[in-house]
């Protein structure tokens, strides 16, 4: 079993920034990790991805080139870094993570999520 467990979320003004982080832990090789929003009254959206094979990432065409994902393998943890947010970054942020690699179409684990609000 994964647990996954984000931190970094909070209020920031547009045009600010914010870093996410989500620790695994549970087992020792998790190949793809990622993040998911859901904004209120809104589906959950894929955000980005990123597997253990270096440069192997993938993001939502609305946050390319605002949002960096990256991870430190060695501490099962990723990151999120969100630059320039906007009002419709407002969301859960969730994460997710598959064993095998994958594009986390349907991912195999999830976090309890972090609220991001982004103020106008």
């Known amino acids: 079993q994964v647990q996954l467990v984000e931190s970094g979320g909070g209020l920031v003004q547009a045009g600010g920034s914010l870093r996410l982080s989500c620790a695994a832990s549970?087992?020792?090789?998790?190949?793809?990790m990622g993040w998911f929003r859901q904004a209120p009254g809104k589906e959950r959206e894929f955000v980005a991805r990123?597997?253990?094979?270096?440069?192997?990432?993938g993001y939502a065409d609305s946050v390319k080139g605002r949002f960096t994902i990256s991870r430190d393998s060695a501490k099962n943890t990723v990151y999120l870094q969100m630059n320039s947010l906007k009002p419709d970054d407002t969301a859960v942020y969730y994460c997710?993570?598959?064993?095998?690699?994958?594009?986390?179409?349907?991912?195999?684990?999830w976090g309890q999520g972090t609220q991001v609000t982004v103020s106008s």
């Open positions: 997710a993570a598959d064993l095998s690699i994958s594009t986390l179409s349907e991912p195999g684990y």
């Open positions: 990123i597997s253990r094979i270096p440069g192997l990432t």
């Open positions: 549970g087992r020792a090789f998790i190949h793809t």
